[in-house]
């Protein structure tokens, strides 16, 4: 069986996608700019122990798969596969056609793949190890990704023609906004990565505020940012884990994509923590990607092992639901998922305007990871595979009052 017809069997017949084959082997529309190139017959190796998704990125990190054209508009005519990996009946067919080569070929995952301590799921420990994997890369290449803003979330665009930075201040500020900041407040931000909505509000609206991470690469860049600007007095950034943060009581909390690393056993904890955390009328601005509808699928198994190891995406009813149960009165929310969409072009062009210092910096591999996950998710968001939402909640007094006007969020 012929290099291409083998791939042709995974990505699907009728994808308008050229496949080139080490053995010189083609298939596909001549006339298609787009073409999965077939390197060595490790990458069928990797595609008979994983099929679909799994196995063609770790071929892809790998490079013993290239990508001629865009990625973004490959992953596009691929969305089926991206979507949804063969069934059980095709994967043992598909795996009898190349035992052989596997026997020959095989190879361990690559070096970039995470693998999970043993321990129990969404201990401290092991949500350390998980945060570093993907964190405490390099913080010079998270610069070149990010932008100055040095904001690892979702943005949100004032227009389709601003900036990532415009958009970027633009998402701290309605975060403000829907907390009511106001000079002297004291400000929780948990899971703060490198401290934007700490500076912002710090900066912007006078507020005390405190930003815990369990990045330390993340916690000693946002600290270091923090003196540079002279916000010392306001702003501070610790390396902790936000189960042991500060139990005073805060005026507002916000949660900017933490959420998605917590795990559903354990959101009514996270969620209660994060209320005796509030003074009575403090708010509440949980901000994370989510699945788009009950029941959740599981999270692709490329960004599952690659990007967020142990990371679990709900659906927004259950957040709001566990928010509730909690102790907190729910008082608005929004989807913001073609906001992520244009935050991971953004960052993809990022990339690649600075793909050699990249690649020097943190190795191929990593960078391919980078460059296939955004595109990748940015393909989500559009379809509505995933979604990001804000929820806005409320610690009531113990008469019911919640400090909000009739209308609007102050």
Same mark, same amino acid.
């Given at each position: 069986?012929?290099?291409?017809?083998?791939?042709?069997?995974?990505?699907?017949?009728?994808?308008?996608?050229?496949?080139?084959?080490?053995?010189?082997?083609?298939?596909?529309?001549?006339?298609?700019?787009?073409?999965?190139?077939?390197?060595?017959?490790?990458?069928?190796?990797?595609?008979?122990?994983?099929?679909?998704?799994?196995?063609?990125?770790?071929?892809?990190?790998?490079?013993?798969?290239? !990508?001629?054209?865009?990625?973004?508009?490959?992953?596009? &005519?691929? +969305? @089926?596969?991206?979507?949804?990996? /063969? =069934?059980?009946?095709?994967?043992?067919?598909?795996?009898?056609?190349?035992?052989?080569?596997?026997?020959?070929?095989?190879?361990?995952?690559?070096?970039?793949?995470?693998?999970?301590?043993?321990?129990?799921?969404?201990?401290?420990?092991?949500?350390?190890?998980?945060?570093?994997?993907?964190?405490?890369?390099?913080?010079?290449?998270?610069?070149?990704?990010?932008?100055?803003?040095?904001?690892?979330?979702?943005?949100?665009?004032?227009?389709?023609?601003?900036?990532?930075?415009?958009?970027?201040?633009?998402?701290?500020?309605?975060?403000?906004?829907?907390?009511?900041?106001?000079?002297?407040?004291?400000?929780?931000?948990?899971?703060?990565?490198?401290?934007?909505?700490?500076?912002?509000?710090?900066?912007?609206?006078?507020?005390?505020?405190?930003? !815990?991470?369990?990045?330390?690469?993340?916690?000693?860049? &946002?600290? +270091? @940012?923090?003196?540079?600007?002279? /916000? =010392?007095?306001?702003?501070?950034?610790?390396?902790?884990?936000?189960?042991?943060?500060?139990?005073?009581?805060?005026?507002?909390?916000?949660?900017?994509?933490?959420?998605?690393?917590?795990?559903?056993?354990?959101?009514?904890?996270?969620?209660?923590?994060?209320?005796?955390?509030?003074?009575?009328?403090?708010?509440?601005?949980?901000?994370?990607?989510?699945?788009?509808?009950?029941?959740?699928?599981?999270?692709?198994?490329?960004?599952?092992?690659?990007?967020?190891?142990?990371?679990?995406?709900?659906?927004?009813?259950?957040?709001?639901?566990?928010?509730?149960?909690?102790?907190?009165?729910?008082?608005?929310?929004?989807?913001?998922?073609?906001?992520?969409?244009?935050?991971?072009?953004?960052?993809?062009?990022?990339?690649?305007?600075?793909?050699?210092?990249?690649?020097?910096?943190?190795?191929?591999?990593? &960078?391919?990871?980078?460059?296939?996950?955004?595109?990748?998710?940015?393909?989500?968001?559009?379809?509505?595979?995933?979604?990001?939402?804000?929820?806005?909640?409320?610690?009531?007094?113990?008469?019911?009052?919640?400090?909000?006007?009739?209308?609007?969020?102050?």
């Amino acid at each position: 069986m012929q290099v291409a017809e083998i791939i042709s069997s995974v990505v699907g017949a009728d994808v308008p996608v050229r496949v080139i084959g080490y053995d010189g082997s083609k298939a596909g529309p001549d006339s298609s700019e787009l073409a999965l190139r077939i390197n060595s017959p490790r990458a069928l190796a990797r595609l008979a122990t994983a099929p679909g998704t799994l196995g063609l990125a770790r071929a892809y990190v790998s490079g013993e798969i290239e !990508v001629e054209g865009d990625l973004y508009e490959l992953l596009a &005519a691929m +969305a @089926e596969l991206t979507l949804d990996d /063969l =069934g059980r009946a095709e994967r043992l067919r598909l795996a009898r056609r190349m035992l052989p080569i596997w026997l020959r070929h095989r190879q361990p995952p690559p070096p970039q793949e995470y693998r999970p301590p043993r321990g129990r799921l969404h201990s401290k420990l092991r949500d350390s190890r998980a945060i570093s994997h993907h964190y405490d890369v390099s913080n010079r290449f998270y610069e070149w990704v990010l932008g100055p803003s040095m904001t690892y979330t979702c943005a949100c665009y004032p227009s389709a023609s601003a900036t990532l930075e415009e958009a970027q201040a633009a998402k701290y500020e309605l975060v403000a906004q829907k907390l009511a900041l106001e000079p002297g407040m004291r400000l929780l931000d948990v899971g703060c990565g490198w401290g934007g909505m700490v500076m912002h509000a710090a900066a912007e609206h006078g507020v005390k505020a405190l930003g !815990v991470t369990l990045s330390r690469n993340q916690a000693e860049w &946002a600290q +270091a @940012e923090i003196e540079r600007r002279g /916000l =010392g007095g306001l702003a501070e950034v610790r390396h902790c884990d936000y189960r042991d943060a500060p139990e005073s009581q805060f005026d507002a909390i916000s949660s900017i994509g933490l959420t998605e690393h917590i795990g559903r056993a354990n959101l009514r904890d996270y969620f209660a923590s994060l209320h005796t955390r509030l003074r009575p009328e403090g708010r509440l601005l949980n901000h994370c990607i989510t699945q788009p509808r009950t029941p959740v699928k599981r999270l692709d198994p490329f960004i599952a092992r690659y990007v967020f190891p142990d990371g679990q995406l709900e659906a927004v009813g259950l957040i709001i639901s566990e928010m509730n149960d909690a102790g907190f009165e729910v008082r608005h929310e929004e989807n913001l998922r073609e906001h992520y969409a244009l935050t991971l072009h953004a960052w993809g062009r990022n990339l690649e305007e600075h793909w050699d210092e990249a690649v020097a910096e943190v190795g191929v591999g990593r &960078a391919r990871v980078w460059r296939l996950y955004m595109a990748a998710c940015a393909l989500g968001f559009e379809r509505d595979n995933i979604q990001l939402h804000q929820v806005l909640g409320v610690r009531l007094t113990g008469h019911g009052g919640s400090g909000f006007p009739l209308r609007g969020w102050r």
